[in-house]
């Protein structure tokens, strides 16, 4: 392969908890000459150390991971990464997880039964800086990423965006159902701050207890498991 050759090759990572799905997606993609795939991950915090290392050009990420979801994993790509785009490949259809991958900087989101072609037209778009999402939700999705290009033109913020990053992780993880001691030994640290945290993500969210905090999670897209 000669060296332009190589200069237009699209570097891909995958983010996905499944193994077989991982391994069906690398399989697949790499089957395309333009299309090296340089690291994959199980959970999104893994996903953000690694991309951060390999720096490919697109992210392909499922949403419902562990540890950190895709929404969060991909804010925090682009936060460290900007000219690094997001494809999100999910199960899930409804629109507030489309939102919310819009909000957090992701280019596209396509549901995991595409067909193949489908898919690598949707790798050229988004390497070229276009932004793939279903039709049914194009016009609603192309006027959030007008509002994020031109912040003063409305009204982004809510209650979610005054959690920091550890809140966000906290309030997915008990989303899941996880208790304060699993939460505390998973994030290594200890059970007062977890509480601490806790209480400080209630009064932020202005909600009232932690049936309300699971509701919250599921009704935003933050989790998927009920």
Same mark, same amino acid.
């Given at each position: 392969?000669?060296?332009?050759?190589?200069?237009?090759?699209?570097?891909?990572?995958?983010?996905?908890?499944?193994?077989?799905?991982?391994?069906?997606?690398?399989?697949?993609?790499?089957?395309?000459?333009?299309?090296?795939?340089?690291?994959?991950?199980?959970?999104?915090?893994?996903?953000?150390?690694? /991309?951060?290392?390999?720096?490919?050009?697109?992210?392909?990420?499922?949403?419902?991971?562990? /540890?950190?979801?895709?929404?969060?994993?991909?804010?925090?790509?682009? !936060?460290?990464?900007?000219?690094?785009?997001?494809?999100?490949?999910?199960?899930?259809?409804?629109? !507030?997880?489309?939102?919310?991958? /819009?909000?957090?900087?992701?280019?596209?989101?396509?549901?995991?039964?595409?067909?193949?072609?489908?898919?690598?037209?949707?790798?050229?778009?988004?390497?070229?800086?276009?932004?793939?999402?279903?039709?049914?939700?194009?016009?609603?999705?192309?006027?959030?990423?007008?509002?994020?290009?031109?912040?003063?033109?409305?009204?982004?913020?809510?209650?979610?965006?005054?959690?920091?990053?550890?809140?966000?992780?906290?309030?997915?993880?008990?989303?899941?159902?996880?208790?304060?001691?699993?939460?505390?030994?998973?994030?290594?640290?200890?059970?007062?701050? /977890?509480?601490?945290?806790?209480?400080?993500?209630?009064?932020?969210?202005?909600?009232?207890?932690?049936?309300?905090?699971?509701?919250?999670?599921?009704?935003?897209?933050?989790?998927?498991?009920?």
């Amino acid at each position: 392969m000669s060296q332009q050759e190589k200069s237009h090759i699209i570097k891909i990572f995958i983010a996905d908890d499944h193994v077989f799905l991982r391994e069906a997606f690398k399989s697949l993609l790499s089957e395309e000459e333009t299309i090296e795939v340089v690291g994959e991950a199980d959970d999104g915090k893994e996903a953000v150390e690694r /991309v951060a290392a390999t720096m490919p050009d697109i992210v392909i990420m499922d949403i419902a991971m562990p /540890v950190l979801n895709g929404v969060e994993a991909t804010r925090r790509i682009k !936060q460290q990464k900007p000219e690094i785009k997001v494809l999100i490949l999910s199960g899930y259809e409804g629109e !507030q997880y489309i939102y919310r991958v /819009v909000q957090a900087g992701a280019h596209g989101y396509l549901v995991k039964s595409v067909e193949a072609d489908t898919l690598f037209k949707a790798i050229e778009a988004v390497q070229r800086g276009e932004y793939v999402f279903p039709q049914s939700v194009h016009a609603a999705i192309q006027k959030e990423i007008d509002t994020l290009k031109h912040p003063g033109s409305g009204n982004q913020s809510d209650s979610f965006h005054k959690l920091t990053d550890r809140e966000r992780e906290i309030l997915q993880l008990i989303g899941e159902g996880n208790t304060h001691q699993q939460i505390a030994e998973l994030l290594q640290i200890s059970i007062r701050t /977890v509480d601490t945290h806790r209480n400080n993500i209630i009064k932020k969210l202005d909600v009232h207890d932690t049936a309300n905090l699971v509701l919250y999670a599921i009704r935003n897209g933050i989790t998927t498991i009920p």
